[in-house]
């Protein structure tokens, strides 16, 4: 099955400064990658996706990079702001293969004001 | 409703008690799928319906884990002989079945075991 790594597991920065976070997956026939955050006693909410015939996609001060060779793919958050904090899921998914969603363990992001 | 709803939003039980968490998912939703979360982990698959049929119950930990979706809309999950070890926020999602494949989050039920 998929096994899908992320890190870093925690990650503070400046308000304003930009973060990233990485995650691999290990099937190739994953197709579809979404991002969710979660705030503290909520559900995981949908950010930002990318398929896998696309390499970037750019929701405003997000954006998500996917390289299909290597297996990987990131978020980026620039101009940070407080609200950006939370917890960060990425997934791997293909419909190829059971129709199941793969999660990261997350990333805690903290904003500091 | 406008969400996926799922009750109780928390659940204490004892050792050896049966629990039913329910979702009631996005009107319209065909598929429904359960993860459980740990603390400071991602969301972890259990069971993954289209329609009314459990199409992948792979993630099942057990046989004291079974699930139901009997009319293709709500679904319960169904937890017999808890042990310490269930405690955990049971999360239910759905979406629309198409490709699309986003997935919508209810809030969670947070079972505690003790």
């Known amino acids: 099955g998929e096994n899908v790594e992320q890190h870093p597991s925690t990650l503070s920065v400046q308000e304003g400064d930009s973060a990233v976070i990485k995650c691999t997956y290990s099937d190739s026939a994953s197709n579809y990658f979404p991002w969710y955050k979660q705030e503290l006693g909520k559900g995981p909410q949908l950010i930002i996706d990318i398929r896998s015939n696309v390499g970037e996609k750019k929701d405003q001060r997000i954006a998500v990079t996917l390289n299909k060779t290597a297996k990987h793919f990131s978020l980026h958050i620039t101009e940070t702001q407080p609200e950006d904090s939370a917890v960060y899921f990425c997934a791997a998914y293909s419909t190829y293969g059971g129709n199941q969603f793969y999660f990261g363990t997350g990333t805690s992001l903290t904003v500091i004001p | 409703g406008a969400g996926v709803s799922q009750t109780p939003s928390n659940k204490v039980t004892e050792k050896g008690k049966y629990v039913e968490l329910r979702c009631d998912p996005i009107?319209?939703?065909?598929?429904l799928y359960w993860y459980r979360q740990s603390l400071g982990q991602g969301p972890e698959f259990l069971i993954y319906f289209q329609g009314t049929g459990a199409a992948d119950d792979s993630g099942l930990p057990n046989d004291r884990f079974f699930a139901v979706r009997p009319e293709g809309s709500v679904s319960t999950l169904k937890i017999q002989r808890t042990e310490r070890g269930d405690s955990a926020v049971y999360l239910c999602a759905s979406s629309s079945g198409t490709n699309t494949g986003e997935l919508f989050f209810g809030e969670g039920s947070r079972l505690t075991v003790l």
């Open positions: 009107s319209g939703h065909t598929a």
